[in-house]
Every structure is written in C-alpha cells, then in structure tokens.
C-alpha cells in the first residue's frame, strides 16, 4: 500500500513509522486511520522488522482525531472507534516486537492514547500528554481508561482524564508514564540506539514477553475498548461534545452546561 500519510523507513532491523500531517498536528483524518493500521499489520508480518518506533513528522506527536475532517462527520463515535482506531490499539499490542513511541512533541486525545499503548516511550523535553476528549466534552478513548492507570495509577489518571491538563514530560518521566526524556536534537539517536539494541536482541523471547505481559496485566483490553466506544458513543450525542467542537474550531473556550 502506498501511503499519504505515513512516511517508512527500514534501517538496521528497525521499521519507522512516521504520521505525516505536521500541518495538523499529525492528527487523525480517515487516510491516516487507515494507513496506520496497514502499517502497523505489516510490520507485524515482516520479519525483517524487528523493532518498531513511532513518531510524527514536525513539532507533535499526535494531535488525535482530526476534528476537521468532515468525511468523518457523519459516522458514529462509536463506530469510529469500533472501525478504525481500536484496531490500531489492538495491533500495537498484539504485535510480538517492541513497539517504541518516539514523542517529539504533543500527543493529545486518541493520539496520546497511541503513545500509551507503546511498549516504551521516549520524550523529548517539550513534548506533553493531553487527555484532550474531556476539553470536547468526550471520554478518553482509544485505550486510555485502561492505559493509563496502569501507568500513571488510578488518581492521577482520572485527575489528567477530567481536567484534560497537559502532563509534561518531566513529570510523566517521574510518574513511569515515559520510559526517559531526552534533549529534543537527541530524541531520534537515543530512540534508534534503543530500538537498534532491541533488534538486535532475541526477537521471538521479546515477543513471547510481550504475550506474557499483555496477559499478566492487559488482559481485558478488547473488552475494555468496546466498552470505551459504547461510552463515547453516548458522550458523543451530548449537546456539550457539539459545543466542544464549535468552540475548537472558532478557537474560543467552551461553555459546557452539563447537557
Ligand atoms: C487540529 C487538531 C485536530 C484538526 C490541532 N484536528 N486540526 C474523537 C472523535 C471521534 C471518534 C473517536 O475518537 C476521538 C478521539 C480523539 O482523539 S478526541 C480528541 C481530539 N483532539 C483534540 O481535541 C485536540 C485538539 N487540539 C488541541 O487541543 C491543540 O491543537 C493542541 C493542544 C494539540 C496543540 O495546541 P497548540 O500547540 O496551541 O497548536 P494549535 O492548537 O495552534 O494547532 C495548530 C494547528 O493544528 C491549528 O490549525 P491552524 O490552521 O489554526 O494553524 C489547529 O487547528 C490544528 N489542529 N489539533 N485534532
């Protein structure tokens, strides 16, 4: 599949993955959705691959779903995620390599949900997660109400997921949400020195570590994302949500009643 928005490359083991909309904030239209998955499937399948890193292209990581993209105006929320993002979180985990997100600057909403469901996280000292979905009047999706207690624990994960405040990278480092914080010109040597390593390491006891891990502490996951969907589908008819999304748009605060 030829992508437009995802750039590939190979280099010692190490399959890169970048998300390619730096014009929006890496964020998700429906092309990228789909790419991603695809990309993520064939990594999977590829053994030559043997580590995997993701990134975006520019100063974000991730901005989430692209709440300019109309062809996704009329899908349901719930659908949405059902169709298109759970089987991305699916794949990262599924996948018996490591998967390393490379967070070169802000992952907010369903792309901070990507960045948790990584193996390994690296940050570059600017980069923030944003639990974006409550500043649009939505639930954290895409795996974050199951990501990220189990990484930053349960208080602090409601505190990020209801006040939708940016947790730095500095204290996601002290947390144990990010792996290690890096200068920002160090991020992509430091992550390709690790992922390098971990190439070269015995892929299939990786792999079978990974499957042992998802067991012990993510078993639950798949049931866990339909339910998200099932909320989000209801949080998604909200009056609220509708104003959430006005208000990006005309780039002013918005005014939630409760409805
Ligand atoms: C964007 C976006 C964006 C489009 C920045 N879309 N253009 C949702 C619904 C459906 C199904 C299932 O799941 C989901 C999951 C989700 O992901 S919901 C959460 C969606 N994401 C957000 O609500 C985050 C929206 N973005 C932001 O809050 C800010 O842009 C952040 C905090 C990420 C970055 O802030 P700044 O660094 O101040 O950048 P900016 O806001 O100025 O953005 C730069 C440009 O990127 C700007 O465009 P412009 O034409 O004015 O330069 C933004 O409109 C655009 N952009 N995020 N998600």
């Known amino acids: 599949m030829a992508y437009q928005t995802l750039v590939i490359e190979d ?22 959705k789909i790419e991603l998955a695809d990309a993520l499937a064939a990594a999977a399948r590829d053994a030559t691959a043997r580590a995997v890193v993701i990134t975006g292209a520019g100063r974000a990581f991730c901005a989430g779903q692209d709440l300019k993209d109309r062809a996704d105006a009329d899908v349901s929320l719930g659908e949405s995620l059902r ?7 699916m794949r990262v985990r599924e996948m018996e390599k490591p998967v390393i997100a490379a967070v070169n600057g802000v992952a ?7 960045a948790l469901a990584c ?14 979905f409550v500043r649009i009047g939505l639930i954290p999706d895409s795996g974050a109400t199951f990501f990220l207690p189990r ?10 997921a209801v006040t939708g405040d940016a947790l730095r990278a500095g204290e996601a480092e002290r947390l144990g949400v990010v792996n290690r914080v890096v200068p920002a010109a160090e991020l992509m040597s430091v992550t390709m020195e690790l992922a390098g390593r971990l190439a070269q390491a015995p892929t299939r006891a990786i792999g079978l570590t990974k499957r042992a891990m998802n067991r012990a502490l993510l078993s639950g996951l798949e049931e866990a994302l339909d339910y998200e969907a099932s909320m989000q589908e209801l949080a998604g008819r909200t009056h609220d949500h509708a104003e959430g999304v ?6 002013r605060a918005p005014h939630f009643t409760g409805a």
Do not use: H, W
Request: hydrophobic share 50%; proline share 3%; net charge neutral.
């Open 83 to 89: 169709a298109r993002y759970n089987p991305i979180i």
């Open 151 to 160: 990484l930053a624990g349960l208080g602090k994960a409601f505190e990020l």
């Open 119 to 132: 193996d390994l996280r690296i940050a570059s000292e600017g980069a923030s997660f944003i639990q974006a």
């Open 246 to 251: 006005q208000a990006f748009m005309e780039k």
């Open 11 to 32: 280099a010692n083991g190490v399959r890169t993955i970048t998300l390619n909309r730096p014009d929006a904030l890496n964020a998700f239209n429906e092309a990228l």
């Open 108 to 114: 907010a909403g369903a792309g901070c949900s990507l």
